[in-house]
């Protein structure tokens, strides 16, 4: 399969920065592993501070000067803690890594038994890097305009379980639809296999550049999902009753923003995989597409 997006190489790799699981303060032994074998390479690892608080790792680092100082970023979690790393460190663009450690593993594609393995395996040039587009989401308040970044996703939820939510959305500033239900979601392609998919919208290769706009328990009998060019801009107005989520982690009120507004960021996630790495055999193992 010819997928142009797979040219990229890191350039050099003397210094690595290391993020771990939040609520997991066991992976110390894997932390070791990961340092040791950076270490046969003359690499430094350095640990977020946090990270290594709680894993009894030293003092650690500020997360700001470990995505400066490192050539590329190791995430030691969870799906859920990669998206973080994703998000927290798009300003710095630096690839990351994603080794494992944490339930369902859709998008951290290392093991942890081939951490050493799979390092070794880096150092000949071993891997690729997929580019992941992001959404870029404007917060519009009073004139001001706060700027956050999505890997997966942004739900605009109803607030009260007991009420529906009315959401406008736009094209290019023109009304394309009044959404009555439980909200909606704005999905990347990567972002499909996730809230999107529970809410019955398309699997997108995660390599698509589109926007899929995805309606969750519509009350109407024509709504459906969305996939729209990444070149549109969309927006979406409510009421106060209804509430916004990047990425499942952050949550903001619609009552003090007038306006969210959404489109692909200029620049994207870049994952750093195992060649092995095969989309449809990680869709069966992991959500059991195909199965009867
Ligand atoms: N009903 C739902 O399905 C539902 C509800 C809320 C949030 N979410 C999703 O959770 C995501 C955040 O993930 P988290 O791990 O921080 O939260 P989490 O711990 O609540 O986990 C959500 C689940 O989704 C999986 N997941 C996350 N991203 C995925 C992806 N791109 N493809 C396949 N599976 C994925 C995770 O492994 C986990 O099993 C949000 O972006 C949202 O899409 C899903
Ligand atoms: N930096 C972070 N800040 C706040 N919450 C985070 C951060 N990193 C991860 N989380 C949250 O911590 C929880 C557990 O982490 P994570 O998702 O990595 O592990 P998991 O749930 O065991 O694995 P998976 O998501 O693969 O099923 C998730 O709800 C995730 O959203």
């Given at each position: 399969m010819k997928i142009t997006n797979h040219t990229k190489k890191l350039t050099t790799i003397t210094t690595v920065g290391l993020v771990s699981k939040?609520?997991?303060?066991?992976?110390c032994g894997y932390v070791h592993e990961i340092e040791t074998a950076l270490n046969k390479h003359g690499v430094t690892l350095l640990i977020e501070k946090k990270s290594a608080q709680l894993l009894g790792c030293g003092e650690g680092i500020s997360f700001e000067h470990m995505c400066k100082a490192s050539d590329f970023l190791i995430s030691l979690g969870g799906d859920g803690t990669l998206i973080s790393l994703c998000r927290k460190s798009f300003k710095y663009h630096k690839p990351v890594l994603g080794i494992h450690a944490g339930q369902l593993g859709f998008l951290t594609d290392i093991q942890t038994d081939e951490i050493s393995d799979f390092i070794e395996e880096l150092f000949v040039g071993n891997y690729r890097i997929d580019t992941r587009m992001m959404l870029e989401v404007s917060l519009h308040v009073n004139g001001k305009v706060e700027k956050v970044v999505a890997f997966n996703d942004i739900v605009l939820s109803r607030?009260?379980?007991?009420h529906m939510s009315t959401i406008k959305a736009y094209v290019d500033g023109q009304l394309f639809n009044s959404y009555y239900g439980d909200g909606l979601i704005v999905s990347t392609p990567t972002g499909s296999t996730a809230y999107n998919l529970s809410a019955g919208g398309p699997v997108v290769y995660p390599l698509t550049e589109a926007l899929i706009i995805t309606p969750i328990?519509?009350?109407?009998?024509s709504q459906r999902p969305l996939v729209l060019p990444v070149d549109f801009e969309i927006a979406f107005e409510s009421d106060g009753d209804t509430v916004i989520v990047v990425d499942g982690q952050d949550t903001y009120t619609m009552?003090?923003?007038e306006r969210v507004s959404v489109r692909i960021a200029k620049q994207g996630a870049e994952l750093i995989h195992s060649l092995d790495r095969d989309y449809f055999e990680i869709l069966k193992k992991k959500l059991h597409w195909g199965h009867l």
């Open positions: 939040p609520n997991d303060g066991t992976l607030s009260k379980i007991s328990c519509p009350h109407s009998l009552n003090e923003i």
